[in-house]
């Protein structure tokens, strides 16, 4: 089944703890990116990445680092997480392609503490 | 810079009735507009996919529009079912913006039975 999965999915934490989510597709997808959810202000990109070992930043990726080491794997990383990251992330792949739609995971809930 | 606006913010219907969401943006240089369904604790699914050269697309008692010159798009839903009850987001892919969804903040719908 072609999916993206993401782990954890309930999370929490404590201010300063490293903490890395993980995405992974199996859909051969190029262009993979994070978004993240807040009450009245939709989803907004964190970073993406075109393909392996090319990533840029989004609107707001203060305080997030990403890697993209392998085509399937896209880890978000909160080296030290603050309240203020609290937050559902969402994980997206899609084709490079114009046309393309793109396919979310179900998305992981963090509260930093 | 591109601005999505879902309106209503929240909305509650009987079983049966015909509704309409309405999404605005700002910048009419996109690529396409995306109409998602997000239930609770769960990811994003794509409901339909309209191109820029496109006005229009269905898929079963879903209609959406693009009027991209008045920055407008609208999801009609025929014969609701409580089964629609989700939120909707709308989503544009700007023109040069590599994949990069930009998100309205969502139409909560509810449809009782």
């Known amino acids: 089944e072609a999916q993206v999965t993401q782990n954890p999915r309930y999370l929490i934490t404590v201010t300063g703890k490293k903490l890395t989510v993980t995405c992974s597709q199996n859909?051969?997808?190029?262009?993979m990116s994070w978004y993240r959810q807040d009450p009245g202000l939709g989803l907004r990109q964190i970073y993406y990445s075109m393909n392996v070992e090319v990533t840029d930043k989004g609107d707001v990726p203060e305080g997030y680092k990403v890697s993209r080491k392998e085509k399937r794997n896209f880890p978000l990383i909160l080296e030290s997480p603050s309240p203020n990251q609290t937050s559902l992330y969402f994980c997206?792949?899609?084709?490079?392609?114009?046309?393309?739609?793109?396919?979310f995971g179900p998305g992981t809930r963090l509260l930093v503490l | 810079k591109q601005e999505v606006t879902q309106i209503p913010a929240a909305l509650s219907v009987p079983e049966g009735e015909n509704l309409v969401l309405n999404c605005s943006f700002t910048?009419?240089?996109?690529?396409?507009l995306q109409w998602f369904r997000q239930d609770p604790g769960k990811g994003l699914t794509s409901l339909l996919l309209?191109?820029?050269?496109?006005r229009e697309q269905t898929s079963g008692r879903l209609n959406a529009s693009l009027d991209k010159s008045s920055g407008r798009s609208t999801l009609y839903i025929a014969a609701s079912q409580p089964g629609d009850s989700a939120t909707y987001l709308c989503a544009v892919r700007a023109s040069g913006g590599y994949n990069k969804l930009i998100f309205g903040a969502g139409t909560r719908l509810a449809v009782h039975p």
């Open positions: 859909m051969n997808h190029e262009y």
């Open positions: 910048d009419s240089a996109i690529y396409n």
């Open positions: 309209i191109q820029s050269s496109q």
């Open positions: 997206a792949s899609s084709l490079f392609r114009e046309s393309e739609t793109q396919y």
